[in-house]
């Protein structure tokens, strides 16, 4: 955003009318309703049927066709929510922490955080509502809720957040869309309306972008807060139960550092496709992946700290339910998921980017990759182990109870989700402009006027 | 032929071995019967003591779903605890081994019989025999009585024990009492089992820290310890020898696990102030976006904007 006395010659400049151009053509060049578009989505919407089918059978026979039962009744559908709500985090690590603090290169990369926040945050609510075996009594939560109780902070919180992140995402659009609206002129009168509405009386003038500079100064602040309370409380719907391995004081810090690994892990990938497939590689350049394969590298180790905390104290005291639960983790049943889970996506992966050939794009983005697989695991390895031993002995239970093993239909039900979130991200970046263009061609004149004056 | 079916017995026993070392119950116990014929009103009360003291492992008789533990406690409707005489099974509860736990303590041999009965009703081809003797043989065919009195001068309970046969009462001496209290769960031995003197009396001391009821009254229970010899005499009685406790009412007041009227102020206010200064801060970005728009829509009617 703008604009200080010096950034005011700059935007009524002629080189920034010329930049402006050239920007937005090559931004708006994505911004179409095209066959791949619609072959794309047409494919998403087949597959998101059918696993809603499945859905529709769960909400036929309730939650026994899944492989909740008593002793364990949160699986992939819980461990797929926090994944959710950990990996929309980012966008307020990487506008708001970053951006405030006056990371300049973060500013390509702001929206598309932005849209993998939204994207997120909208379909968690979702996720939980797929883990009801009465969705119907969802309004319950409203009316008879008790404040006493996580699960009612959490349904706040989520929601906010959403909006928020949503907010983040439209305002500093508002003067590309008034931009792009006079460039769009031969694609669908639909689109063209929608950016008419949306650039809200867009005219370029020095007083709206001072208004629109404070409104996105108290969003940024307020998204801080917002997302460390929306992933704190997700924490807490576990810390706040005595079960072995739940029962953690570092819950919080510990949920909300791993959500920073999972979501800039899933911006990399973004950042790659677009680059890629939107052909973008001027602006999401080289060094972009480098300066955030060091951002993953400092959340990752952060993740590391917050990883040994969680395990080596529990397992020196070895209070008896931690000692199963460890031993379970550390060379039991868990073992393998465990070990891959924390080398594979967590150690491995920064002993790699210390090494600068592995900044670069694409090796990145495998590293990303693993990191983001291993973050769901992760999630799983969190929510479902401590289940499977209580403190009260389990009785009265067919062994067959015993240990959890996701079904089909499941697993379906959880893919729907993953597909809802790609179509969410899909119509975000296709019908409307992925990057920021009036910041990036203000950026670059005001980068060109610099080096002009120092020559 | 005779030798073939001597080695498969002895394999049969073997391999039995190797699944679970058989429980071996002394001769003169596997005998043992129940002094009262089991009837509906034995079951009953059988089912209930075995929902509370044995479900928990042993499961619902009949479903098979008894606790994984080794051994295995085994459903009490199968052959597995079918086969065991009354006496047997009888032996089995009262002494326990490894994790089935002892009953000794815990019931009385009237409860513990009541149980049999229960576990019995599963078995189609059972036909119970009774104990011929009911009543002590140490005093053939007199009633023995056991009477409390509590001195709260010095928390001592005097028990006194007699036998009465048409007009005549003895006291029953050299007799081992035991004084139990009834809890939640089973009951609880207070001081050591007594003999009874020359006057068939036996004092015990009270811990003078019993939780009794609101008016401070416990539930006590006299025995005999050797049951075979004197009868299952047994005399419950209230005394008035525990604190008094007035159960507090954990949801009175505001607390975490009450329900959302009764929830602590201060949650409730970190909540409400928490949301609505979220809300506020959207409400006023909503309002500069509203700004924004009127903005543009006065300077573009004054002047023409920048675009076209």
């Given at each position: 955003m703008k604009p200080d006395k010096m950034e005011e010659s700059i935007i009524t400049s002629e080189r920034y009318i010329k930049k402006i151009d050239s920007v937005s053509s090559d931004i708006l060049r994505n911004v179409r309703i095209n066959r791949g578009f619609i072959l794309w989505m047409g494919f998403l919407s087949v597959a998101l049927a059918a696993t809603l089918f499945a859905y529709t059978i769960q909400l036929k026979?309730?939650?026994?066709?899944?492989?909740?039962?008593?002793?364990?009744?949160?699986?992939i559908y819980i461990a797929n929510f926090v994944f959710f709500v950990a990996t929309s985090l980012v966008g307020m690590l990487i506008s708001s922490v970053l951006g405030l603090s006056g990371a300049k290169w973060i500013k390509p990369i702001a929206r598309i955080a932005e849209i993998i926040a939204v994207a997120f945050a909208a379909v968690a609510g979702l996720v939980i509502i797929s883990d009801m075996g009465r969705p119907d009594r969802l309004p319950n939560v409203f009316l008879f809720g008790r404040v006493q109780s996580p699960i009612l902070w959490d349904v706040t919180v989520v929601t906010t957040y959403f909006f928020v992140s949503l907010l983040l995402w439209f305002l500093p659009m508002i003067p590309d869309l008034a931009i792009s609206r006079s460039r769009i002129s031969d694609r669908p009168k639909f689109l063209i309306k929608a950016y008419e509405i949306l650039s809200f009386n867009w005219i370029d003038h020095k007083k709206q972008y001072e208004i629109l500079n404070q409104a996105v100064r108290v969003l940024l602040i307020l998204i801080i807060p917002l997302a460390f309370a929306i992933h704190t409380v997700t924490s807490w719907l576990f810390a706040v139960t005595p079960r072995g391995g739940w029962d953690s004081s570092i819950f919080g810090p510990y949920f909300i550092s791993g959500a920073f690994v999972s979501g800039t892990s899933a911006v990399i990938i973004a950042m790659y496709f677009f680059r890629v497939n939107y052909k973008l590689q001027k602006y999401l350049t080289e060094d972009h992946f480098e300066k955030i394969a060091r951002v993953l590298v400092l959340v990752s180790i952060i993740y590391i700290y917050f990883n040994i905390n969680e395990f080596l104290v529990p397992g020196y005291k070895l209070k008896s339910i931690d000692a199963v639960h460890l031993k379970e983790l550390f060379s039991g049943h868990y073992a393998p998921l465990f070990w891959s889970v924390q080398l594979l996506g967590l150690v491995i992966p920064v002993i790699l980017l210390l090494f600068r050939r592995m900044r670069k794009p694409f090796p990145l983005l495998i590293i990303s990759g693993f990191v983001l697989m291993a973050s769901w695991l992760k999630r799983f390895i969190i929510v479902v182990p401590p289940q499977a031993h209580p403190f009260l002995p389990v009785q009265n239970v067919p062994a067959e109870w015993l240990v959890y093993k996701p079904t089909l239909i499941e697993s379906a039900v959880t893919t729907a989700s993953l597909i809802l979130v790609i179509m969410i991200i899909t119509i975000l970046s296709k019908l409307f402009p992925v990057l920021p263009i009036q910041e990036i061609a203000e950026e670059e004149t005001r980068a060109e006027a610099e080096q002009l004056n120092s020559n | 032929m005779k030798n073939i079916l001597l080695v498969i017995i002895t394999l049969q026993l073997f391999i039995f071995d190797l699944k679970s070392q058989e429980w071996i119950v002394p001769d003169d116990k596997k005998s043992k019967l129940s002094t009262f014929p089991f009837d509906d009103i034995t079951r009953k009360a059988g089912e209930k003591l075995f929902s509370v003291n044995c479900m928990s492992c042993h499961g619902t008789p009949g479903k098979g779903n008894f606790l994984n533990l080794v051994p295995p406690p085994g459903d009490p409707a199968t052959e597995k605890i079918q086969r065991n005489s009354d006496g047997e099974i009888f032996y089995k509860i009262t002494t326990g081994r490894g994790q089935m736990p002892s009953f000794k303590s815990v019931l009385s041999s009237p409860e513990i019989w009541n149980i049999i009965s229960y576990l019995r009703s599963f078995n189609k081809t059972y036909q119970q025999q009774v104990m011929a003797v009911i009543t002590s043989s140490a005093y053939p065919g007199a009633d023995i009585g056991l009477f409390l009195l509590f001195n709260s001068s010095d928390s001592t309970v005097i028990l006194r024990a007699s036998a009465t046969k048409g007009n005549s009462t003895v006291p029953v001496t050299g007799a081992e009492v035991k004084l139990l209290i009834h809890r939640t769960f089973g009951l609880l031995t207070v001081d050591e089992a007594k003999t009874t003197d020359k006057n068939g009396m036996a004092t015990f001391r009270l811990p003078d820290n019993l939780p009794g009821d609101t008016s401070g009254n416990i539930m006590v229970s006299a025995r005999f310890v050797n049951e075979e010899l004197f009868g299952s005499s047994t005399k419950d009685t209230s005394l008035c020898a525990g604190i008094k406790t007035i159960p507090?009412?954990?949801?009175?007041d505001r607390a975490m696990w009450n329900n959302v009227r009764k929830a602590p102020v201060w949650l409730i206010l970190t909540y409400s102030l928490g949301l609505l200064t979220a809300l506020g801060f959207i409400f006023y970005v909503l309002m500069k976006l509203r700004d924004i728009f009127i903005v543009g829509e006065t300077l573009s009617s004054e002047k023409p904007s920048k675009e076209k």
């Open positions: 026979e309730g939650l026994i066709v899944t492989g909740l039962r008593d002793v364990t009744s949160w699986g | 507090v009412n954990l949801v009175a």
